[in-house]
């Protein structure tokens, strides 16, 4: 009988080793793999799914130590990314922990709330349907990560919330000579800054043109209001702008009309809001590209038709 009992638990022993190793050994998947838990999954359903996928070479194991460790009654619904050869108790703890994989989406700088709600809908791994009433310029480009499924109201949400936060700490940290009635107003030039720079150096130069021009009474003239006011903010113009463009008769023409315009133009990015909050003390009042990506700045109507004239040239060769 000792002798029967001896082989048993030798035999125990060796299937207990034999399952340790299965479990911790590497695993059967050559590359980065991806599944999803969808809620309510059973045990049996997330195994046979893990090996479908070549992610475990075992799915009886996985299922007799999820149960025997408890882990079965953990299992949680989610996207999970696996890398290459990990192990079944590695799987098995990731999604125990509900460790799952958050995915990214850029919102970039200059969108309108179209095109924003355009880039949100085109997302596979985000749900549900989008309910935005608010005006330009509420929703802060940024990279924001989420778990699949995430609701596309939830993103814009969040980043209406940081919108107002930053939007807040610029207002509070102003120059208190801007001639800016309220935060509408920081968030409306700071939409045209975003829209007529994308050189980082140069917000601040571009802020300091238009709070000039404001301060004297004169016309802001920015071709981006000119372009909002032709396509409401649904599409790219397409072309450039024509002279008779000019002449279009709405309050986004700051070549017709004095101040700032109505709304934002576009939802504008943090570096533009700080520029439009604190710009760059010049004397500048003219800005013209100079056709390679920057612009030239200029205080009198004389050095900006000089600059013109060159950019004119640069791009006619």
């Known amino acids: 009988m000792k002798k029967f009992l001896g082989i048993g638990i030798a ?25 999803r838990v969808e809620k309510g999954t059973s045990l049996n359903m997330v195994a046979d799914g893990l090996y479908r996928e070549g992610i475990i070479s075992h799915p009886f194991i996985f299922k007799i130590i999820a149960r025997f460790s408890g882990l079965s009654q953990k299992l949680r619904a989610g996207e999970y990314q696996f890398e290459a050869k990990i192990s079944l108790w590695n799987v098995m703890q990731k999604i125990a922990k509900g460790d799952v994989f958050y995915r990214k989406i850029t919102l970039p700088e200059g969108l309108t709330n179209l095109e924003i709600i355009a880039l949100l809908n085109e997302n596979p791994y985000l749900s549900g349907e989008i309910s935005l009433n608010e005006i330009q310029g509420s929703i802060l480009p940024e990279t924001y990560t989420f778990p699949f499924g995430t609701e596309r109201q939830k993103i ?26 309220n935060k509408k107003e920081l968030l409306i030039l700071a939409s045209i800054i975003e829209k007529e720079t994308g050189v980082p150096e140069e917000r601040p130069l571009v802020a300091s ?33 024509k002279r008779k463009d000019l002449l279009i008769d709405s309050p986004y023409n700051t070549y017709k009309y004095y101040g700032l315009p109505p709304e934002p133009i ?38 900006h038709n000089k600059n013109v004239k060159n950019w004119v040239k640069k791009i006619s060769k």
Not at 156 to 176: C, G, H, P, Y
Not at 216 to 241: E, Y
């Open 11 to 35: 035999f125990a022993v060796l299937v207990s080793l034999q399952i340790y190793f299965w479990c911790v050994q590497s695993g059967p998947l050559t590359q980065t793999a991806f599944i």
């Open 209 to 241: 043109v238009f709070v000039n021009r404001l301060k004297k009474g004169m016309k802001l003239q920015t071709d981006p209001t000119v372009i909002f006011a032709l396509t409401q903010g649904k599409s790219d113009l397409g072309r450039s702008l």
């Open 156 to 181: 814009i949400l969040e980043a209406q919330a940081d919108m107002q936060r930053i939007l807040d700490d610029a207002w509070n940290s102003r120059d208190l000579t801007l001639p800016i009635k």
């Open 266 to 303: 576009c939802n504008p990015g943090k570096d533009a809001i700080l520029a439009a909050a604190q710009p760059a003390d010049t004397d500048y009042l003219y800005f013209v590209a100079t056709g390679d990506g920057g612009h030239n700045f200029s205080k009198s109507l004389s050095e």
